[in-house]
Nanobody, 120 residues
Framework: EVQLVESGGGLVQPGGSLTLSCAAS????????IYWVRQAPGKGREWVSS??????DYADSVKGRFSCSRDNVKNTVYLQMNSLKPEDTAIYYC???????????????WGQGTQVTVSS
């Protein structure tokens, strides 16, 4: 059974940092892309980053502030978030198996999400 479990969210002041973790199990981790997706209150989903075995990509809104890494021994992906802004406030999910549903990108497997709140 594919499982993705996020952790590390919390309340942080603007300009602060947080590191999120996504622990994966139930599949050969190193062979799969893992995605970070967020959803802010009242808004749609927003892709944040993609992590492959050799490549990482970021949304323009987080490029230069967020950094994604993966540990293929611990089967964990990390999202280091620096210089956080109030607009980064959202539930952050890790996900696997992206596909186009005809309207937007969707993902077959999701974690339960972790709340990140950026506020003074």
């Amino acid at each position: 059974e594919v499982q993705l479990v996020e952790s590390g969210g919390g309340l942080v002041q603007p300009g602060g940092s947080l590191t999120l973790s996504c622990a994966a199990s139930g599949f050969p981790f190193s062979g799969y892309w893992i995605y970070w997706v967020r959803q802010a209150p009242g808004k749609g989903r927003e892709w944040v980053s993609s992590s492959g075995s050799m490549t990482t990509d970021y949304a323009d809104s987080v490029k230069g502030r967020f950094s994604c890494s993966r540990d293929n021994v611990k089967n964990t992906v990390y999202l280091q978030m620096n210089s956080l802004k109030p607009e980064d406030t959202a539930i952050y999910y890790c996900a696997r198996d992206r596909f186009w549903n005809g309207r937007e990108y969707d993902y077959k497997y999701w974690g339960q999400g972790t709340q990140v709140t950026v506020s003074s």
